[in-house]
């Protein structure tokens, strides 16, 4: 089964089914000396975990990171890093009746299609419970991403019908763009703003009705979606390529490979695409002509990058997630001898898959941001690494 891997400096495979012994990532191109600390991936693993709250699936595991390789006295060694957590509550069983069964919008249908045999407990390979192992690789990106002062962030911006609506903090001066949110080189939110929501929506008007609107469509045996917004500051110019290595390209694919995306969008881009060059493009106020280090522009539509290559603003998406298959409802369905059956839901499933998305989107985005990092020459790498040291 090939497609396992990601990136080419920064290169993570994940391994591992949704109810077998273990979920695991092997990370391969960390600089050696990396300081790289277990407890902030078990810290970021506690947010993704399944059993958290009521807003999640009730499988209650405590994903313990354990670190089998590329890791001594604290610091990366330069081989490859393997990180692993055991799967505790698995139920296996839960699924034996679903063997000989599609299920609607699942991949049952297609993993068959594309290899001729499927592991039907939890989904195997196809289930979410793989991206755990992206929230590994994640925080060991992030810890290379510490050193030159980059930072990202993600939260909950729409559940359903609710969305977030909250005036931006002090300092912020909202300009005009489709998604409502200002730009500027810092986070409108803090890190705790966004994890005191049970929903992670930063916003406590909007939480609690997306909150009571999760607990309706679960009792209802329904599910529903939303979206993500990803923001990542203290980026340099500099980072990507204009043709196929474009920095937007491999973020969309990397977004996109997460269970559930259906949607990205860079910076204000879908009302660019209906829009006047004179509404959305972003008016220089200055540049670093010299060194070509940075750039300050009035508005970022562009979402921090241009021709593929960042530009020293801000980046910021968009993640949009449909709502978890699974329901609690009778759906039409065949099985594989293609006889008419009814389904009903079985199994432990989130009633919404966003608030235990925020953590994953920005571990794909830090990944994708150390991969591209890395393919600057060392000498310059080395420079950008000194002079955040010394700021």
Same mark, same amino acid.
């Given at each position: 089964?090939?497609?396992?891997?990601?990136?080419?400096?920064?290169?993570?495979?994940?391994?591992?089914?949704?109810?077998?012994?273990?979920?695991?990532?092997?990370?391969?191109?960390?600089?050696?000396?990396?300081?790289?600390?277990?407890?902030?991936?078990?810290?970021?693993?506690?947010?993704?975990?399944?059993?958290?709250?009521?807003?999640?699936?009730?499988?209650?595991?405590?994903?313990?990171?354990?670190?089998?390789?590329?890791?001594?006295?604290?610091?990366?060694?330069?081989?490859?890093?393997?990180?692993?957590?055991?799967?505790?509550?698995?139920?296996?069983?839960?699924?034996?009746?679903?063997?000989?069964?599609?299920?609607?919008?699942?991949?049952?249908?297609?993993?068959?299609?594309?290899?001729?045999?499927?592991?039907?407990?939890?989904?195997? /390979?196809?289930? +979410?419970?793989?991206?755990? *192992?992206?929230?590994?690789?994640? %925080? !060991?990106? $992030?810890?290379? &991403?510490?050193?030159?002062?980059?930072?990202?962030?993600?939260?909950?911006?729409?559940?359903?019908?609710?969305?977030?609506?909250?005036?931006?903090?002090?300092?912020?001066?909202?300009?005009?763009?489709?998604?409502?949110?200002?730009?500027?080189?810092?986070?409108?939110?803090?890190?705790?703003?966004?994890?005191?929501?049970?929903?992670?929506?930063?916003?406590?008007?909007?939480?609690?009705?997306?909150?009571?609107?999760?607990?309706?469509?679960?009792?209802?045996?329904?599910?529903?979606?939303?979206?993500?917004?990803?923001?990542?500051?203290?980026?340099?110019?500099?980072?990507?390529?204009?043709?196929?290595? /474009?920095?937007? +390209?491999?973020?969309?694919? *990397?977004?996109?490979?997460?269970? %559930? !995306?259906? $949607?990205?969008? &860079?910076?204000?881009?879908?009302?660019?695409?209906?829009?006047?060059?004179?509404?959305?493009?972003?008016?220089?106020?200055?540049?670093?002509?010299?060194?070509?280090?940075?750039?300050?522009?009035?508005?970022?539509?562009?979402?921090?990058?241009?021709?593929?290559?960042?530009?020293?603003?801000?980046?910021?998406?968009?993640?949009?997630?449909?709502?978890?298959?699974?329901?609690?409802?009778?759906?039409?369905?065949?099985?594989?001898?293609?006889?008419?059956?009814?389904?009903?839901?079985?199994?432990?499933?989130?009633?919404?898959?966003?608030?235990?998305?925020?953590?994953?989107?920005?571990?794909?985005?830090?990944?994708?941001? +150390?991969?591209?990092?890395? *393919?600057?020459?060392?000498?310059?790498?080395?420079?950008?690494?000194?002079?955040?040291?010394?700021?």
């Amino acid at each position: 089964m090939p497609g396992n891997s990601f990136g080419r400096n920064f290169r993570i495979s994940s391994f591992g089914e949704s109810h077998g012994p273990v979920i695991g990532v092997v990370v391969d191109g960390i600089p050696a000396g990396l300081p790289l600390d277990l407890n902030r991936v078990q810290e970021q693993l506690d947010r993704r975990r399944p059993g958290q709250s009521r807003m999640t699936t009730a499988r209650n595991e405590e994903d313990r990171v354990e670190c089998l390789s590329g890791l001594f006295e604290g610091l990366s060694t330069g081989a490859p890093l393997t990180l692993v957590i055991p799967n505790r509550d698995a139920k296996p069983e839960d699924y034996n009746s679903l063997r000989d069964q599609i299920r609607p919008s699942h991949a049952d249908f297609t993993v068959m299609a594309r290899f001729g045999y499927r592991d039907h407990r939890g989904g195997g /390979r196809s289930s +979410a419970r793989e991206t755990a *192992a992206r929230v590994m690789a994640g %925080a !060991v990106a $992030a810890a290379l &991403l510490d050193c030159i002062g980059v930072r990202c962030y993600a939260w909950v911006h729409s559940v359903g019908p609710h969305a977030l609506k909250v005036p931006f903090p002090p300092g912020f001066s909202p300009q005009a763009t489709a998604s409502g949110y200002e730009i500027h080189r810092l986070c409108p939110f803090t890190k705790e703003q966004i994890e005191a929501s049970p929903v992670r929506c930063p916003d406590p008007v909007a939480s609690s009705n997306m909150e009571a609107y999760v607990d309706e469509v679960r009792s209802a045996g329904d599910s529903t979606g939303g979206t993500v917004v990803g923001w990542c500051q203290g980026l340099p110019p500099g980072l990507g390529d204009p043709v196929f290595d /474009r920095l937007e +390209a491999d973020l969309a694919k *990397a977004i996109l490979s997460i269970n %559930a !995306v259906k $949607a990205f969008e &860079l910076g204000s881009g879908f009302a660019m695409s209906v829009g006047k060059a004179s509404e959305y493009n972003d008016a220089i106020l200055k540049a670093d002509t010299q060194t070509w280090s940075s750039i300050e522009t009035l508005t970022n539509h562009s979402g921090g990058i241009q021709g593929g290559i960042s530009n020293g603003q801000p980046l910021w998406i968009k993640v949009g997630f449909k709502a978890t298959a699974t329901v609690a409802f009778p759906q039409q369905s065949v099985d594989f001898q293609g006889n008419p059956v009814t389904l009903q839901a079985h199994g432990r499933h989130d009633p919404c898959v966003v608030p235990r998305a925020v953590p994953i989107v920005e571990a794909m985005m830090s990944v994708v941001i +150390a991969d591209h990092l890395l *393919a600057w020459p060392a000498a310059q790498l080395s420079t950008l690494m000194k002079s955040v040291v010394r700021s």
